[in-house]
């Protein structure tokens, strides 16, 4: 029985020392496989730093290149037809264009056209409205009348503009260095001719170019607006006997420029009747007398 419980404990013993040796050279181990992976992690992560350092700075300069030469310059124009009654025409237009007034609009041209026995009235109008009053006009637009036509186009016009302002930009830095020339007092008369005529020739280009800038401005920070009130057409203009009302028309016009035509004949003939008559009468004196000899 002794001898079963020796066994034992020196089993136990042993088991127990074998457990400690493989724990420490579990831990000799990873101590010494730790050191590798701490380091390529830290060169690893160095270089991501650095990596997403440089391209924080790329970003940052890109990106203000791109903003500089991503804006684009475009020109928006509107086309519309709004349809109306007859006697509702010469209402609708002026009230649009005091709606363009209160908007601060730009006018550009406003006609209005009375009614004549031959058409019915009819108004034009072209504005440029500036781009956030845009859908206020247009809503007030539609109260007046329908809407029977609305296109819309858009002209591209960063290049021009782009052109211009660096062709302004150019010849601004020219004209100060001929400027700065002309104040060197110790220039020939020659060379002060020469500049001074030079300088005339890069102000006129310069003022042409701002000119050209200005028109470019006021086609891209406002939107163009072009309207035409029509009257509205009856039943028998636009239903089945359309045809017959155009021919009767049609042929009271004709019959009034006939009549236009003979009276204008008539009158254009009355000084050469008034010419021949007197000299009828002396042909006819002088035949009769030679005929009774």
Not at 55 to 74: D, R
Request: proline share 4%; with cysteine; glycine share 4%.
């Amino acid at each position: 029985m002794k001898k079963y419980i020796l066994l034992l404990l020196m089993l136990i013993i042993s088991t127990a020392c074998g457990r400690h040796q493989s724990a420490s050279s579990a831990s000799d181990a990873a101590s010494a496989v730790a050191p590798a992976p701490m380091s390529v992690r830290t060169k690893m992560s160095g270089a991501v730093r650095s990596f997403a350092a440089e391209q924080s700075l790329t970003e940052m300069s890109e990106p203000s290149g791109n903003a500089a030469n991503s804006k684009k310059y475009i020109a928006l124009r509107h086309h519309l037809q709004v349809e109306m009654p007859a006697d509702q025409i010469q209402a609708a237009f002026d009230g649009a264009v005091k709606h363009c007034e209160a908007l601060s609009c730009q006018m550009l041209s406003a006609n209005y056209q009375r009614e004549t026995p031959y058409s019915p009235p009819s108004a034009s109008l072209s504005i440029r409205v500036p781009p956030r009053s845009v859908e206020v006009f247009l809503t007030g637009l539609a109260k007046s009348g329908e809407i029977m036509q609305h296109s819309r186009e858009a002209e591209d016009k960063t290049n021009q503009v782009v052109d211009a302002d660096a062709r302004i930009k150019n010849l601004t830095e020219l004209r100060d260095r001929l400027r700065a020339m002309l104040a060197d007092k110790s220039a020939k008369f020659k060379d002060i001719i020469d500049v001074e005529r030079e300088l005339a020739n890069t102000q006129s280009q310069l003022d042409s170019f701002m000119s050209m800038r200005k028109i470019l401005a006021q086609e891209t920070d406002l939107v163009a607006m072009n309207i035409d009130f029509v009257a509205k057409q009856g039943i028998t203009e636009q239903g089945f006997f359309a045809p017959v009302v155009r021919a009767l028309k049609d042929a009271g016009q004709v019959f009034m420029e006939s009549v236009a035509a003979v009276i204008t004949f008539v009158m254009s003939a009355i000084p050469w009747l008034l010419i021949s008559f007197p000299i009828v009468l002396l042909l006819r004196k002088f035949w009769l007398r030679s005929k009774a000899k």
